[in-house]
């Protein structure tokens, strides 16, 4: 098993530029997050979901959108950078109540 | 909706000491909770989790956590600490969807 992987590893952005982080699991879990990890602020949930074509907003969802056509795959849609996007992003799945894995994380910077 | 409070975003102890890294929820159901270590430059690793099967919860390299419904609290605790203990530890909580984590308490081990 791969577990979660996360592409791409590291993306410099230009204010106003959109893109997608791509997130995948293969471990079948119904529940998938997006978080995001900046210094101090701990990990803060952006949007997650429960199933297959079922979203809902986190802590932090404003300027991030989310769909979940597949089981397996969960993509993050940067609409339109901003400097204050510049973060750690870590894509997550588990089953309910049970460990949650995490993928190894990209880093984003905003210019 | 539910929070989790880390108290200290810092704490230093001598090696061999006793490691407490206090955690606080909120929750107006019983909540499942969770302890995730983060070494350096890695992503997060569980550490131990309560799902009131016992309110003393034995994890990996050595931790321990006890889940008081009375204090709403669920702190970390080792009898003896050791330098590869050093890393950033999370508390966090899920009662529905979402799992929600703290703000994170860095850990000093000094020799």
């Known amino acids: 098993n791969a577990g979660v992987t996360q592409t791409p590893k590291f993306q410099v952005l230009k204010t106003g530029q959109s893109m997608t982080l791509q997130c995948a699991q293969d471990m079948n879990h119904e529940y998938m997050s997006w978080y995001r990890q900046d210094p101090g602020m701990g990990l803060r949930l952006i949007h997650y979901s429960v199933g297959a074509g079922i979203t809902d907003q986190g802590e932090v969802p404003n300027g991030y959108n989310v769909s979940r056509s597949t089981t397996e795959d969960f993509p993050l849609r940067l609409l339109s950078a901003a400097p204050s996007q510049t973060s750690v992003y870590f894509c997550a799945s588990r089953q309910q109540y049970n460990e949650q894995f995490f993928g190894p994380g990209t880093r984003l910077t905003v210019l | 909706a539910q929070s989790v409070t880390q108290l200290g975003s810092h704490v230093s102890v001598s090696e061999g000491a006793l490691v407490l890294l206090r955690c606080n929820y909120s929750?107006?159901?019983?909540?499942?909770l969770f302890w995730y270590v983060q070494y350096p430059n890695q992503g997060l690793q569980l550490l131990l989790k309560?799902?009131?099967?016992?309110?003393l919860v034995k994890g990996i390299n050595g931790f321990e956590a006890e889940f008081k419904k009375s204090e709403t609290s669920f702190h970390l605790t080792k009898p003896s600490a050791h330098m590869s203990d050093a890393a950033e530890y999370f508390c966090?909580?899920?009662?529905?969807?979402?799992?929600?984590f703290g703000q994170g308490t860095t850990l000093q081990v000094k020799p």
């Open positions: 309560y799902t009131s099967a016992a309110t």
């Open positions: 966090a909580v899920t009662t529905t969807g979402k799992l929600i």
């Open positions: 929750s107006s159901v019983p909540p499942y």
